[in-house]
């Protein structure tokens, strides 16, 4: 009889610890889905900001390329040194990604000389 009143009592337990009638486990549930998502916010905002930081560094050595191309064209225009400025140009075109149909001042001229219209 004893047994029998001990594995009922321990049924009834069980089954209330089932039924979560005070909800200690959804509170325990809710705040660990929160801890997980401010962690993942955390990430998210320092991913964010370590990109930003790259771009930025990106785009400075870039625009620094770009002055130093153009200080040294205009400097090469100034010394009327057109080989120089011509080489320059190209610099500065491949920089922007643009694909001329010429490599030096010779192919240029014969560009022009045979091109009737010029598209852009």
Known sequence: MILLEGFSVAGVVYILDKLDLFG?????KIQ?????FDQRSKEIKEGAENI???VLATLFE?????MDKIKELNLSLDNKNLDKANEMAFSL????NINLEYE????FLDFMDNTDTLVF
């Open 24 to 28: 200690s486990k959804w509170e325990k």
């Open 104 to 107: 030096n001042l010779d192919e």
């Open 52 to 54: 930003e930081k790259n």
């Open 32 to 36: 660990r889905i929160n801890e997980i």
């Open 62 to 66: 870039q625009k620094s390329n770009f």
């Open 93 to 96: 075109a491949s920089t922007f």
